[in-house]
């Protein structure tokens, strides 16, 4: 054998022995692989990366989602204030809008109130009849005295008014009168309401035309149930009521 072929043949044995002790060792890793169990294949975290690092890598992102709910919680809170305030503010505003429209709205009944009032003061008669019944005497001589007034008959208990608007001066006991009542008016006259049965307004009432002040009886120098009316202008000029009150409108 030449030596060129020695060496090929040797260079194929190598070749050979290379790959039967490849296929050897894969055979043995393959076993050892085998063999070994899943605690053998935990690989330490020290072995991958630092410890430290491997923490603060996952402390990092729970830190930022605390962050991030207290910065959310903070805004939340900023909103309900907000939105606190302007609800305040909106009741405020609804109050005094309501306030404003309750009093126009007493403004305007109180308006309707006076102009109604002033209304039937303008309709109420500002001079009336003292009594209703039947004239029976007149002013003037009688029976050889004066009779400084008019009578008016009726029953007794029957309401006697004042004929204007005035106050009371006298309320009570008064000699050939039984009980009498005077009032003065706004001009200064008074007038005289005699032998009544009942006083009904006491000394300094303010009284109105029309007004109830007492009721026909038949107290004092009397000859029967009836009122006793007399006119004194300027508080004591007697005059005859018949012409007084038909100046004003009212007759007897």
């Not at 001066?169 to 009498?180: I, Q, R, T």
């Amino acid at each position: 054998m030449d030596v060129i072929a020695r060496v090929d043949l040797d260079r194929k044995k190598a070749v050979a022995a290379v790959v039967a002790a490849g296929a050897l060792a894969g055979a043995g890793f393959t076993q050892a692989m085998a063999t070994v169990t899943p605690v053998d294949r935990i690989v330490p975290v020290a072995a991958t990366k630092d410890l430290a690092a491997a923490m603060t890598a996952q402390q990092q992102p729970e830190a930022i989602r605390t962050v991030h709910s207290l910065n959310t919680s903070s805004e939340t809170l900023k909103l309900l204030q907000a939105e606190q305030i302007e609800v305040q503010f909106n009741v405020r505003e609804a109050l005094k809008s309501a306030e404003g429209a309750y009093a126009k709205r007493q403004e305007a009944v109180k308006a309707e109130q006076a102009r109604l009032a002033a209304e039937a003061e303008a309709r109420r008669p500002k001079c009336v009849r003292p009594a209703q019944g039947s004239f029976t005497s007149g002013f003037g001589a009688r029976w050889g005295t004066s009779h400084n007034g008019v009578d008016i008959a009726n029953a007794i208990g029957t309401p006697i008014v004042s004929v204007m608007d005035g106050t009371v001066v006298e309320a009570g006991p008064a000699s050939g009168f039984g009980l009498w009542v005077r009032v003065q008016h706004e001009d200064g006259t008074i007038t005289v309401y005699g032998h009544m049965n009942t006083i009904d307004v006491p000394q300094g009432a303010k009284v109105k035309a029309g007004q109830q002040i007492a009721t026909i009886g038949n107290r004092g120098q009397s000859t029967g149930p009836h009122l006793h009316f007399e006119v004194w202008v300027g508080g004591s000029q007697k005059v005859n009521p018949v012409g007084w009150l038909a100046a004003r409108g009212v007759t007897l």
